[in-house]
């Protein structure tokens, strides 16, 4: 019976650390070889972030200002911190321009 000759797979790279970091450091840096485009995650959070604030606008009048307004200040805090976890995710995966210097206003 012959002995079945397959190419070798090519060689990973080497990932130092302990084993149970090592699928994730591998993950890092395949990400880094092709950094992710973000610009599809930030385009669909300020369409929800979007209509989220004309939701809020259109029931303006017809909810009381102590019901709106906290909403209103929770959606801007939402907003900032959408934009500061992209920016983080940008530079975690190495996208390029990071998301964050597009402000989802």
Request: aromatic content about 2%.
């Amino acid at each position: 019976m012959e002995a079945s000759h397959h190419p070798a797979a090519p060689q990973a790279e080497a990932v130092a650390g302990p084993p149970c970091l090592r699928p994730i450091a591998a993950a890092q840096a395949a990400e880094r070889r092709h950094p992710a485009d973000l610009e599809p995650v930030a385009v669909h959070w300020q369409r929800a972030l979007d209509a989220d604030f004309r939701a809020l606008h259109a029931v303006e009048g017809i909810l009381p200002s102590t019901e709106l307004s906290p909403r209103l200040y929770n959606l801007a805090r939402e907003r900032i911190d959408v934009e500061l976890l992209l920016a983080r995710l940008a530079r975690t995966t190495g996208a390029h321009p990071l998301p964050g210097r597009r402000r989802l206003r």
